[in-house]
């Protein structure tokens, strides 16, 4: 049973930063490219970043390009998220996601419907 558990959230000021982490079970690490999502109350859900298979390249959504940095450590069945400079619009829940390593995800992997795996999320919440 594949399962992917986020951690790491929580409530930070503006300006502040947080570590959001993702531990995979149940499937070949290695083999999946992995994203980060984010949903806001009475928003759509939106890609944040994402990570290849190897750990690089890595892409981000514009919002937080420059803020935000993805990462993987394939031996931990772990991905992270880094947040700095975080923003009151970044309040939402994060949630990681697993898809199939092939090359079609280079040109899918803002769309949530490439991922075949999700984790529950864990809320971020930026006060002012």
């Known amino acids: 049973q594949v399962q992917l558990v986020e951690s790491g959230g929580g409530l930070v000021q503006a300006g502040g930063s947080l570590r959001v982490s993702c531990a995979a079970s149940?499937?070949?690490?290695?083999?999946?490219?992995m994203g980060w999502f984010r949903q806001a109350p009475g928003k759509e859900r939106e890609f944040v970043a994402a990570i290849n298979w190897e750990g690089v390249p890595t892409y981000y959504a514009d919002s937080v390009k420059g803020r935000f940095a993805i990462s993987r450590d394939n031996a931990k069945n772990t991905v992270y998220l880094q947040m700095n400079s975080l923003k009151p619009e970044d309040t939402a829940a994060y949630h990681c996601?697993?898809?199939?390593?092939?090359?079609?995800?280079?040109?899918?992997?803002?769309?949530?419907?490439?991922?075949?795996?999700w984790g529950q999320g864990t809320q971020v919440i930026v006060s002012s």
């Open positions: 996601a697993a898809g199939l390593a092939d090359s079609t995800w280079f040109a899918r992997f803002r769309f949530s419907e490439t991922y075949v795996y």
């Open positions: 149940g499937l070949t690490f290695s083999m999946y490219a």
